[in-house]
């Protein structure tokens, strides 16, 4: 198999997406990660320029990769410097970091307006610091906007004739004795390569092109390296998603003969994003046939993108490909009676293979075969109870038509369903509940509303506590909280971690509309949703919540303690 490698840019790039802040703690378990899964490269950050990164390698130096190779990350030294006396250069030499990836302007339009400098000092920069650093380590070179830069120059739009800003002459004849003027991004290209680079990356750094361009202009590189004798260097690709296109991108770039792919996890950076390193990994190794990471890796791709969604603190995105939680979610009835057939028929893949699952969406487009396969899911077989199962489909088309919705609410068709077949567990009797809420002081000068909920419930006696909280389903969750937890105290780990609201009437969207309230809740070891649905936002969110705590009990397996079901 055709060998390509991995190289993850999560804790430099990814980090750049707004709302990622990744602590040094943060980026020391990220790189575990990443190397349990076999990435190649790991870049973990802008040593001198960032305090925090410059920490990190220190502290990384004393752990032992298994497979991967730590990356420092920085740009060639400024204009009109040595390397040698650069202190950032000299910061990614003494990172530690057996890999260094410089940044290298390849569009002459930046070499002029950001850099402020000719295109001629911009090649004596790159060559300069690339063949400083490879005195001590690997260096790779990625080429910035290069796409962009290359097809500038062709289309005559380049860097014009005359000074740049502040009156800086630009470079207008040949800038390289085998590349004529006005390949520029070629000219730093081979620059890089002359100097020790190991391995250039041109980047789509804008995210723009399509795949027909990054394949073409992969492909060009790729001759004019093996042409120039440069064909043991190395040919990589980065690529941003502004198009949608970054995985497609990356592909079509392996295809025309690159062969290191950059991207992050779950496809965090700036904008919209990079190319998803982990649907690039699937694409490659499992449709592709190339090598990649090890085959046992492949099985832990859902359990990495997890891990990261919860060290960004980020919820994962469900429908991103192999490892979403829909990406093999089936809903329509038509679906689900091929797939009872064999579950091929509509997957791609068997989920398990990147660590993923099957998932039936039971809706008001189920079928019989839907609520079967659905049960079985739950570990409940249907197969001998067909009646049950046609009257499951029944109850759930009537219920999504008064709003409820049980393609969102996994946990409150399991209550439907062991209901239906008699074997659902009666944990408590709820005899009453009631909120207040009144306004009773004002604090700093503003109004303070008090709100107070009560529950009396029967579990092996009757129940009564009331609870203070911020609004009323806050208190109604601390007064159904305190109540239960007595008879049953692994509810002290059940947590109301998402509450949604939605008004369904199209046509009546007064304050009495019908309301639907979505409720999701965790133990901290799975997760579960439930739903109410009412003409009051109140009543909805109870029926919402106390199905949470009813379901969060049937899956830990609590014995009920109702001793008798009062009329």
Same mark, same amino acid.
């Given at each position: ?21 990744? !602590? ?280 990495? !993108? ?19 939680? !829909? ?43 839907? +609520? ?36 969102? =609410? /996994? ?21 009453? $509940? ?50 239960? +937890? ?16 939605? +008004? ?23 997760? $579960? ?12 969110? $109870?029926? =919402?919540?106390? /199905?949470?705590? $009813? ?17």
């Amino acid at each position: 198999m055709t060998r390509v490698s991995l190289y993850d840019t999560t804790l430099r790039d990814g980090a750049q997406q707004e709302g990622i802040s990744l !602590s040094v703690t943060d980026k020391l378990a990220a790189l575990q990660v990443l190397d349990d899964l076999g990435v190649d490269v790991i870049e973990g950050g802008w040593p001198g320029a960032i305090p925090k990164d410059t920490e990190f390698f220190r502290r990384a130096r004393d752990l032992e990769l298994a497979h991967a190779r730590l990356a420092a990350f920085g740009s060639t030294t400024k204009p009109g410097a040595d390397p040698a006396h650069d202190p950032q250069v000299l910061a990614l030499r003494d990172s530690g970091a057996p890999v260094i990836t410089l940044v290298a302007k390849a569009d002459p339009r930046h070499v002029v307006s950001a850099l402020h400098t000719t295109l001629e000092e911009n090649l004596r920069m790159v060559a300069d610091t690339v063949s400083f650093l490879a005195r001590d380590a690997e260096v790779m070179v990625d080429l910035e906007h290069f796409f962009d830069g290359l097809a500038a120059e062709e289309e005559g739009s380049g860097v014009p004739v005359g000074t740049g800003p502040a009156g800086v002459p630009v470079g207008t004849g040949p800038v390289d004795a085998t590349v004529p003027a006005p390949e520029y991004a070629l000219a730093v290209l081979l620059e890089a390569v002359r100097a020790g680079a190991s391995t250039v990356i041109p980047c789509d750094t804008n995210g723009g092109n399509l795949p027909d361009t990054i394949a073409q202009v992969t492909a060009r590189v790729r001759a004019l390296l093996d042409a120039e004798g440069f064909g043991h260097v190395v040919l990589g690709i980065h690529c941003h998603n502004d198009t949608g296109c970054a995985v497609a991108n990356t592909l079509a770039a392996v295809g025309a003969g690159a062969r290191q792919v950059q991207g992050t996890v779950n496809g965090y950076g700036e904008r919209t994003g990079n190319a998803n390193l982990l649907t690039c990994l699937a694409n490659l190794q499992v449709k592709l046939g190339y090598e990649v990471v090890p085959e046992s890796s492949i099985g832990r791709l859902s359990t990495v !993108s997890s891990l990261f969604s919860e060290l960004v603190n980020i919820a994962p995105f469900t429908r991103d490909p192999y490892v979403g939680q !829909s990406a093999f979610a089936h809903k329509a009835g038509l679906h689900a009676s091929a797939i009872r057939v064999d579950p091929d028929l509509y997957q791609h893949i068997d989920p398990a293979l990147v660590g993923n699952g099957m998932r039936m969406l039971v809706s008001e487009m189920a079928g019989r075969a839907s +609520i079967e396969l659905k049960a079985r899911e739950l570990g409940v077989d249907l197969s001998g109870r067909p009646g049950v199962a046609q009257e499951m489909a029944r109850v759930v088309k009537q219920r999504e038509a008064e709003g409820y919705t049980y393609d969102a =609410a /996994d946990a409150s068709f399991e209550l439907l369903l062991r209901d239906e077949l008699g074997t659902l567990p009666r944990f408590v009797r709820v005899e009453s $509940w009631k909120v207040s809420s009144q306004e009773i002081a004002e604090v700093e000068g503003r109004p303070f509303t008090q709100t107070e909920a009560t529950v009396k419930v029967h579990t092996d006696g009757r129940h009564i506590r009331t609870a203070e909280g911020n609004g009323p389903v806050n208190a109604l969750d601390r007064a159904l909280r305190a109540v239960l +937890i007595r008879d049953y105290p692994v509810v002290g780990d059940f947590e109301l971690v998402d509450f949604r609201v939605r +008004i369904l009437d199209e046509q009546h969207a007064g304050t009495d509309a019908t309301i639907r309230v979505l409720i999701r809740m965790s133990d901290g070891k799975r997760t $579960w949703s439930t739903v109410g649905v009412g003409t009051d936002v109140i009543e909805a969110s $109870w029926e =919402a919540l106390f /199905d949470g705590y $009813w379901w969060g009990l049937l899956a830990s397996d609590v014995v009920p303690l109702l001793v008798v079901e009062q009329a």
